[in-house]
T-cell receptor, first 116, second 112 residues
Framework: NAGVTQTPKFRILKIGQSMTLQCTQD?????MYWYRQDPGMGLKLIYYSVGAGITDKGEVPNGYNVSRSTTEDFPLRLELAAPSQTSVYFC???????????????FGDGTRLSIL | TQLLEQSPQFLSIQEGENLTVYCNSSSVFSSLQWYRQEPGEGPVLLVTVVTGGEVKKLKRLTFQFGDARKDSSLHITAAQPGDTGLYLCAGANGGSQGNLIFGKGTKLSVKP
């Protein structure tokens, strides 16, 4: 009963380093999302994907890149880490988009990232 | 830009008290979802409301969608320590992709 799995759970980066946050889901969901959650700021959409090979920008895409080569995996790449990217990152998936289907988004447990 | 305003931002109450959390917008949403998030975990869906004026109950939690589908409320009766967590409302904008717009959340602490 894995659902959405994110790795790593914690990471500390130095300014200018790069890293990839991994996300995989085993529910055969078409839609996948990356959010960042800052204290008192709710969840902000970074990128999303409606299926393998298709990605699109969300509200706060600058400084990030994504790819979706398979239905299961949706990695998030930080190329040049900056202190402003210190946050908790959540990956989510759903069978269809919420606005068209009212279906829930299933979230992973997050990656806590600090940029120093 | 669609926004969802949640209030209050923080709420600390004693076990057994009642409370209401509000989620308001100037925009119309095709549906609205409520999630609860516990420390160190991702949000988990509690309920989806779709029809204006709709009321849904989940044990001691009552959710209502406004008639104009611009606002929603969550009422908890006789709160328990297990209700502690961050409550997030999320509106579906009904667009072709149907992404969710999240409020900033209400952090609830229920003391025994």
């Amino acid at each position: 009963n894995a659902g959405v799995t994110q790795t790593p759970k914690f990471r500390i980066l130095k300014i200018g380093q790069s890293m990839t946050l991994q996300c995989t889901q085993d529910m055969n969901h078409n839609y996948m999302y990356w959010y960042r959650q800052d204290p008192g700021m709710g969840l902000k959409l970074i990128y999303y994907s409606v299926g393998a090979g298709i990605t699109d920008k969300g509200e706060v895409p600058n400084g990030y890149n994504v790819s979706r080569s398979t239905t299961e995996d949706f990695p998030l790449r930080l190329e040049l880490a900056a202190p402003s990217q210190t946050s908790v990152y959540f990956c989510a998936s759903s069978y269809r988009g919420a606005g068209k289907s009212n279906q829930p988004q299933h979230f992973g447990d997050g990656t806590r990232l600090s940029i120093l | 830009t669609q926004l969802l305003e949640q209030s209050p931002q923080f709420l600390s109450i004693q076990e057994g008290e009642n409370l209401t959390v509000y989620c308001n917008s100037s925009s119309v949403f095709s549906s609205l979802q409520w999630y609860r998030q516990e420390p160190g975990e991702g949000p988990v869906l509690l309920v989806t409301v779709v029809t204006g004026g709709e009321v849904k109950k989940l044990k001691r939690l009552t959710f209502q969608f406004g008639d104009a589908r611009k606002d929603s409320s969550l009422h908890i009766t006789a709160a328990q320590p297990g209700d502690t967590g961050l409550y997030l409302c999320a509106g579906a904008n009904g667009g072709s992709q149907g992404n969710l717009i999240f409020g900033k959340g209400t952090k609830l602490s229920v003391k025994p």
